[in-house]
């Protein structure tokens, strides 16, 4: 009995470990070809630029990591990503194929 438990164990480890890293992945490579798509080559651009519109600072350092799978961003800098790229964050996360527009964007208000 104790065999049957320690392989299940094992087995839902290994499930949940492939999907964090499939998960990764996503998050990553869909940064880096949505900063290509958006017209961003260079790293150091994006960032330059992606600074401006959270209004702090993000290096390029910053991007280099999350695109080579070697950075955590936070929840604020995933949801400014986003907002930026024009996507949501679950698509930006890889948890979606969909690349609706971002639903906490800011959007300008009609003066009356």
């Known amino acids: 009995m104790v065999d049957i438990i320690e392989l ?5 480890n290994r499930l949940f470990s492939d999907e964090m890293e499939d998960y ?11 900063r290509i798509e958006k017209g961003y080559e260079s ?19 910053t991007i280099n990591k999350m695109e080579h799978q070697k950075g955590n961003p936070s929840w604020s800098v995933l949801e400014n990503l986003a907002s930026f790229l024009d996507v949501s964050v679950e ?22």
């Open 43 to 61: 790293q150091r651009e994006f960032a330059r630029v992606i600074s401006k519109h959270m209004g702090r600072k993000i290096s390029y350092g």
């Open 24 to 34: 990764e992945m996503r998050t990553f490579n869909r940064l880096q070809e949505l």
């Open 8 to 12: 299940i164990i094992l087995n839902i």
């Open 91 to 112: 698509y930006l996360m890889g948890r979606t194929n969909h690349d609706f527009p971002c639903e906490n964007k800011i959007k300008p208000q009609i003066l009356a």
